[in-house]
Each structure stands twice: as structure tokens, then as C-alpha cells.
């Protein structure tokens, strides 16, 4: 990324900025979210097409799915020797698998005729085609062909699963099918160091919902990498989120943006006191009592991290900060992946659905902190098009707020595909994740 | 019934007993089903992702990070 240049950050927003804000609680926020690497990029327009056409579906399909790292689990999925996921991404199916030597990922296609090999995650010892029989052991190496015989051009060493590239960190699982990729720990890059005090593989699957949306995955993606939209789509939580005064970071091929909560958006005409913040933020009624009253001399941020603080403190054994208990953390591995910091639970994935430009599937895990025996991981919890996303209850008041951005997604859809512009354009800074998402997507897509 | 404030707009939103929302804004009233759809009234267009809020199917309203744990602790 040669062309960047340094923003300058004192421009970006009406409001007080993060770093202020943050530097006034009561309990300091660790160094990462200190760090301030805010970034300029060319990218500011982007064509309506690679929304919309087949065209560059496919060639996402053939010069970026192929090509990068990309979570396919988490490890606690697959435990034992045999347990394994398919992961689909488009046309492509992969295969992840844990051997005796670690886990594995192998291409799902049966190398006779070609029938996918598994059908649905499960636990197996080998690998044998349902059509005709071909089998592989699982660390993928050719183990039997019923009329051996009959086949005298093949090689058994030669005739092994293709494979695909396999890393891991903080308990999530990532695959590349492109042979010659960088290392995942070099594509990473700052993303370990900054999560190792938040220990994501000491975190447990809590809750997983994958719901079909009718909507490009980069449109779906796009609603949740800035909190721009905030002022029209969640209305209700202006008095208690600085939607505006969001920070946002770029490193490699991570971006970051940080939302603080219990402060007022900078949009309203007037100033909200502490317990109006705190009610909005609790989804207080105007008909209802407060969750809590606000001490006097108490802000709305103290006294949301205090109510979490104990239970923190003690899952990690150290005293977690405000910031960390009350503010939105959302990072964007490159390309379409999202952890966030525990204490928020949330983490995102979003990719094309089977092999359909206009169709996605948008995943929500809550990732959770744990003492003791690791709880087992939630099953996948499947939401259809037409589905609200409160038929999972799991996710608690988080669904409605999806359902706001639901109400915008396939009409983003829609508009688009009737656009008499050619371009979509992003804002400078708060728009900043998009931005450079587009900015390494176009590089993988211009190489040869 | 449950109700809100706009906090652009100072609007103010109240779910009927019916499931259609009343709202009044600027001295007008008008009524709309929680997908955004105008009923009746003199005000004919309301926000419709407050109306969804409000009006849409809900979920424990405790059921959020930031009223959960000081739940917990004030039982």
C-alpha cells in the first residue's frame, strides 16, 4: 500500500475524540486500545457492479476465495481424531478434519467421478465415496479402489486428496486453498499481539446463528464495519453511543474500528444527562422503570462496566477495563471475518451462499469466556431468508438490532441493481474498514 | 403501552393495544404498522426502523450486554 498517507486525526470527528474519552475512565484501557493508526487509501468509489454481476462474482471466486486465508472454524468444533466440518465457499468445498497430526483440510470431491465425499459435518476414519466406493484415509492419502483392477493409470501415491493449506489461531481455524500462500501467522500480522490479552482460544462457541440474507456478501458485510449508519437505522441508541466519535485503524490486513458507548452521539441537538445515556443503552421504555438509577457523581460508562466488572475480573485475573466492558471492539481479518473483543462476544463471518451472487450467509457467534471445563460449542443455528432474526433467541436483544439492519439489506440489494450510477462511494474516515476491504479485494482481483 | 422517544425528531412513539404505532410528531399524529406502512392519520411517514424497534417482535428485555450484568447484580 504504497499511495497511503496519514490522516490527520483530529479532523475526523464533531465529538470528543476515542483516545479523550477513553483516557477519563476510571479504569485505563490496556495499550491496544491506545494505538491510533488511522489510514488513507485511494479507494472512494467502488463500481456498482462488483455488487451485482455474475461477472465478478466469478471472479472473486477465482482470483480471491482461492487465493487467501479464510476461517473455516473454530477447533472446539472438531476435538477428537475424525471430527470434521465442510466449509463451502461458493462452488468450493472443503473438507477440515482433525488427524493424528493435526488438523487437516482437504478438497471435497471424490477424485473418480467427482461426487462430493461428505455430505454434513460429523466424525469418520476414512473418507469412502458414497457412489462407487473410492476411499481415503483422512490424512488424505489413498487407502482403497474397489476393482482395483480396472483402474491400471492410476498411481495410489499420486492419487491423494488435494489439499489445502491449514492455521490456527486463537482457536479458530483458517484454510488456504492456494498452495503457495504466506504463512496465516504472516497474513495476520498485528491481530495476535493485539488480542493476547483477550485470549480468544480460552473463549468457548456460546452461541452460533447463520441466517441466508438476499443480499451480496460484501453489502451485508459492509452494514457491520461502521457505526455511520447508526443515526438511521438504530435510532434508539443515539443518547448512549458515540456513533460519530468512533475510532478506526488500519494494520496490514486488519482494520479495526472502536464505537464507544455511554457517551451521546455528537448528531443530537441536545445533551443527554448520564441516566438518559444509560437508558438508552438498556433499551429503556418511556413507560418503564430504569434497568438501574445512576448514582450521583456515576457516569453511564462506569456503571455499565462496573455491573460487569466482578465476573470479568475473575475470568481473566486481571481488573478489565471500562473500555473493554462497555465499548464496541470490531476488527475485519481480511476478508471476511470479524472477531471482536470477548467481552462483546460478537464475532462475524460473511460469504457468498452456495454458489449465488445476490445471496449470503451472514454468521453470528457469540464467543464467550469460561472458567473451568470448557463448555461445549453451541450448534449452528440456521435462520432461512424469510426467517426474523428474534426466531434466535440466543441472541438476545441483539436480534432486533439486526432486524433494523435487515430492514435495509435487501433494499440495498434492490437499489443497486437498479442504479443508473456506476459507482458507490465511501466516506474518508468513518468508512475507513470499507474502504481498505476494497483496497486489498481490487489487489487480489488485478493479479494475474 | 411500550413507548419512545425519536431522539432526532423528539417524536413519540406508543404501541397500540391493535399492534399499530401512534405517532406524534410536531403536533401531528398518525399510525403505522411496524414494517413502516402508513394506517391513518395526519402525519404520514414515520422512521421505520423505530417502528420496527417498537412495534416488531421482541425479545427478554433484559436480554442486552449493558442491563444484564447490573441485573444480576442487583438481585
Same mark, same amino acid.
Given at each position: 500500500m504504497g499511495s497511503e498517507e496519514r490522516l490527520d486525526i483530529s479532523a475526523h470527528s464533531a465529538g470528543i475524540s476515542y483516545q479523550d474519552l477513553i483516557a477519563s475512565d476510571r479504569v485505563q484501557a490496556p495499550d491496544v486500545l491506545k494505538m491510533v493508526s488511522p489510514i488513507d487509501l485511494p479507494t472512494t468509489k467502488v463500481p456498482v457492479s462488483q455488487f451485482t454481476t455474475r461477472e465478478f462474482h466469478d471472479l472473486e471466486m477465482a482470483k480471491l476465495w482461492p487465493k487467501v486465508w479464510q476461517m473455516a472454524c473454530r477447533e472446539e468444533e472438531i476435538p477428537r481424531e475424525g471430527d470434521h466440518i465442510i466449509y463451502e465457499i461458493g462452488k468450493y468445498s472443503i473438507i477440515v478434519i482433525r488427524t493424528a497430526e493435526g488438523i487437516k483440510a482437504h478438497h471435497n470431491s471424490c477424485l473418480h467421478r467427482g461426487r462430493r465425499l461428505r455430505d454434513r459435518d460429523g466424525r469418520v476414519f476414512q473418507f469412502t465415496c458414497p457412489f462407487h466406493g473410492f476411499t481415503w484415509n483422512i490424512d488424505g492419502s489413498l487407502k482403497h479402489i474397489p476393482s482395483r483392477w480396472d483402474f491400471p493409470d492410476i498411481v495410489d501415491e499420486e492419487f491423494g486428496l488435494p489439499s489445502a493449506k491449514v492455521g490456527t489461531w486463537g482457536g479458530w481455524v483458517f484454510i488456504n486453498m492456494d498452495e503457495n500462500?504466506?504463512?496465516?501467522?504472516?497474513?495476520?500480522?498485528?491481530?495476535?499481539?493485539?488480542?493476547?490479552?483477550?485470549?480468544?482460544?480460552?473463549?468457548?462457541?456460546?452461541?452460533?446463528?447463520?441466517?441466508?440474507?438476499?443480499?451480496?456478501?460484501?453489502?451485508?458485510?459492509?452494514?457491520?464495519?461502521?457505526?455511520?449508519?447508526?443515526?438511521?437505522?438504530?435510532?434508539?441508541?443515539?443518547?448512549?453511543?458515540?456513533?460519530?466519535?468512533?475510532?478506526?485503524?488500519?494494520?496490514?490486513?486488519?482494520?479495526?474500528?472502536?464505537?464507544?458507548?455511554? %457517551?451521546?452521539?455528537?448528531?443530537?441537538?441536545?445533551?443527554?444527562?448520564?441516566?438518559?445515556?444509560?437508558?438508552?443503552?438498556?433499551?429503556?421504555?418511556?413507560?418503564?422503570?430504569?434497568?438501574?438509577?445512576?448514582?450521583?457523581?456515576?457516569?453511564?460508562?462506569? %456503571?455499565?462496566?462496573?455491573?460487569?466488572?466482578?465476573?470479568?475480573?475473575?475470568? %481473566?485475573?486481571?481488573e478489565v477495563s471500562d473500555a473493554e466492558l462497555v465499548d464496541s471492539i470490531y476488527y475485519t481479518v481480511f476478508p471476511n471475518f470479524h472477531p471482536w473483543s470477548p467481552f462483546n462476544r460478537i464475532q462475524y463471518r460473511f460469504r457468498p451462499y452456495q454458489d449465488d451472487h445476490r445471496k449470503s450467509v451472514m454468521e453470528v457467534y457469540f464467543l464467550a469466556p469460561f472458567k473451568g471445563e470448557r463448555p461445549a460449542p453451541a450448534k449452528t443455528h440456521w435462520l432461512t431468508e424469510q426467517q426474523d432474526w428474534t426466531d434466535a433467541e440466543e441472541l438476545g436483544m441483539l436480534a432486533r438490532v439486526f432486524n433494523q439492519d435487515s430492514m435495509n439489506l435487501p433494499n440495498v440489494q434492490i437499489g443497486l441493481e437498479a442504479a443508473q450510477n456506476e459507482e458507490v462511494i465511501f466516506s474518508r474516515y468513518q468508512e475507513t474498514k470499507i474502504r481498505h476491504f476494497h483496497h486489498l479485494l481490487n489487489e487480489y482481483i488485478s493479479r494475474a | 403501552m411500550p413507548s419512545l422517544k425519536h431522539a432526532l425528531t423528539g417524536g413519540v412513539y406508543e404501541l397500540q393495544a391493535d399492534g399499530l404505532i401512534k405517532v406524534t410528531e410536531n403536533d401531528l399524529t398518525g399510525f403505522f404498522h411496524p414494517d413502516g406502512a402508513y394506517e391513518s392519520g395526519e402525519l404520514t411517514h414515520a422512521d421505520l426502523h423505530l417502528l420496527g424497534w417498537l412495534g416488531g417482535k421482541q425479545t427478554d428485555p433484559t436480554a442486552n450486554r449493558h442491563a444484564q450484568a447490573l441485573i444480576k447484580k442487583n438481585k
Amino acid at each position: 500500500m504504497g499511495s497511503e498517507e496519514r490522516l490527520d486525526i483530529s479532523a475526523h470527528s464533531a465529538g470528543i475524540s476515542y483516545q479523550d474519552l477513553i483516557a477519563s475512565d476510571r479504569v485505563q484501557a490496556p495499550d491496544v486500545l491506545k494505538m491510533v493508526s488511522p489510514i488513507d487509501l485511494p479507494t472512494t468509489k467502488v463500481p456498482v457492479s462488483q455488487f451485482t454481476t455474475r461477472e465478478f462474482h466469478d471472479l472473486e471466486m477465482a482470483k480471491l476465495w482461492p487465493k487467501v486465508w479464510q476461517m473455516a472454524c473454530r477447533e472446539e468444533e472438531i476435538p477428537r481424531e475424525g471430527d470434521h466440518i465442510i466449509y463451502e465457499i461458493g462452488k468450493y468445498s472443503i473438507i477440515v478434519i482433525r488427524t493424528a497430526e493435526g488438523i487437516k483440510a482437504h478438497h471435497n470431491s471424490c477424485l473418480h467421478r467427482g461426487r462430493r465425499l461428505r455430505d454434513r459435518d460429523g466424525r469418520v476414519f476414512q473418507f469412502t465415496c458414497p457412489f462407487h466406493g473410492f476411499t481415503w484415509n483422512i490424512d488424505g492419502s489413498l487407502k482403497h479402489i474397489p476393482s482395483r483392477w480396472d483402474f491400471p493409470d492410476i498411481v495410489d501415491e499420486e492419487f491423494g486428496l488435494p489439499s489445502a493449506k491449514v492455521g490456527t489461531w486463537g482457536g479458530w481455524v483458517f484454510i488456504n486453498m492456494d498452495e503457495n500462500a504466506e504463512p496465516l501467522q504472516d497474513f495476520l500480522g498485528v491481530l495476535p499481539d493485539h488480542f493476547k490479552i483477550w485470549q480468544p482460544e480460552n473463549c468457548y462457541i456460546q452461541a452460533h446463528v447463520a441466517k441466508i440474507m438476499a443480499t451480496n456478501w460484501k453489502v451485508v458485510q459492509e452494514a457491520f464495519m461502521e457505526a455511520y449508519h447508526v443515526i438511521m437505522t438504530h435510532p434508539q441508541m443515539l443518547p448512549g453511543i458515540g456513533d460519530e466519535n468512533s475510532q478506526y485503524d488500519v494494520w496490514g490486513n486488519i482494520s479495526r474500528a472502536v464505537t464507544p458507548n455511554g %457517551t451521546p452521539s455528537p448528531h443530537l441537538s441536545y445533551n443527554p444527562d448520564e441516566q438518559a445515556m444509560f437508558d438508552a443503552m438498556s433499551d429503556r421504555r418511556m413507560d418503564a422503570p430504569p434497568i438501574v438509577e445512576i448514582p450521583e457523581g456515576m457516569t453511564a460508562r462506569g %456503571t455499565s462496566a462496573a455491573g460487569s466488572r466482578q465476573t470479568a475480573n475473575d475470568l %481473566t485475573g486481571r481488573e478489565v477495563s471500562d473500555a473493554e466492558l462497555v465499548d464496541s471492539i470490531y476488527y475485519t481479518v481480511f476478508p471476511n471475518f470479524h472477531p471482536w473483543s470477548p467481552f462483546n462476544r460478537i464475532q462475524y463471518r460473511f460469504r457468498p451462499y452456495q454458489d449465488d451472487h445476490r445471496k449470503s450467509v451472514m454468521e453470528v457467534y457469540f464467543l464467550a469466556p469460561f472458567k473451568g471445563e470448557r463448555p461445549a460449542p453451541a450448534k449452528t443455528h440456521w435462520l432461512t431468508e424469510q426467517q426474523d432474526w428474534t426466531d434466535a433467541e440466543e441472541l438476545g436483544m441483539l436480534a432486533r438490532v439486526f432486524n433494523q439492519d435487515s430492514m435495509n439489506l435487501p433494499n440495498v440489494q434492490i437499489g443497486l441493481e437498479a442504479a443508473q450510477n456506476e459507482e458507490v462511494i465511501f466516506s474518508r474516515y468513518q468508512e475507513t474498514k470499507i474502504r481498505h476491504f476494497h483496497h486489498l479485494l481490487n489487489e487480489y482481483i488485478s493479479r494475474a | 403501552m411500550p413507548s419512545l422517544k425519536h431522539a432526532l425528531t423528539g417524536g413519540v412513539y406508543e404501541l397500540q393495544a391493535d399492534g399499530l404505532i401512534k405517532v406524534t410528531e410536531n403536533d401531528l399524529t398518525g399510525f403505522f404498522h411496524p414494517d413502516g406502512a402508513y394506517e391513518s392519520g395526519e402525519l404520514t411517514h414515520a422512521d421505520l426502523h423505530l417502528l420496527g424497534w417498537l412495534g416488531g417482535k421482541q425479545t427478554d428485555p433484559t436480554a442486552n450486554r449493558h442491563a444484564q450484568a447490573l441485573i444480576k447484580k442487583n438481585k
